[in-house]
């Protein structure tokens, strides 16, 4: 990881990440807006979030979004069978990343550590804007287009 993307991530969360990353999604100046974080954080503590909005107007805009109501709107819109499968896709690639020879305590769920339905508009949305085949994230996207 670049010192300057160190930097920046950490202005950004106004802390210092809990786990390793990399910077997967890019705005149009180059500042981070989307992580991938390592599936365990320094000290082997699970991280069931995969990958993290970071983008400080997009966290709001998201924020905005959850609270009128959107984590439930979301649910009751996406079809139950498409979100399972997300979950179940993003957590055999965060579990994929785990070290082969770990003992420890395992991440659990799918996005964002939810094992069904939806929790964190954030969580779906980063994934979506990575590529993630997320119906929750493409549900955002379409809210916040």
């Known amino acids: 990881m670049a010192a300057a993307d160190a930097d920046a991530v950490r202005a950004r969360l106004g802390r210092e990440p809990d786990a390793a990353f990399d910077v997967v999604v890019r705005d149009d100046d180059g500042a ?24 400080p107007g997009l966290n709001r805009r998201v924020a905005r979004l959850e609270a ?43 996005v964002g550590g939810t094992r069904a339905g939806v929790k964190c ?4 949305y980063a994934w979506h804007l990575a590529g993630g085949d997320d119906p929750v994230g493409a549900w955002v996207a379409g809210r916040l287009a």
């Open 32 to 55: 981070p807006v989307v992580l991938r974080n390592a599936p365990l954080t320094a000290d082997g503590v699970p991280m069931p979030t995969r990958y993290w909005l970071c983008d």
């Open 68 to 110: 009128a109501g959107g984590v439930r709107a979301a649910e009751a819109s996406v079809d139950p069978t498409a979100l399972a499968a997300a979950h179940a896709v993003y957590a055999a690639e965060r579990d994929a990343a785990l070290p082969s020879d770990w003992e420890g305590p395992r991440p659990h769920g799918g």
């Open 121 to 124: 508009l954030h969580a779906h």
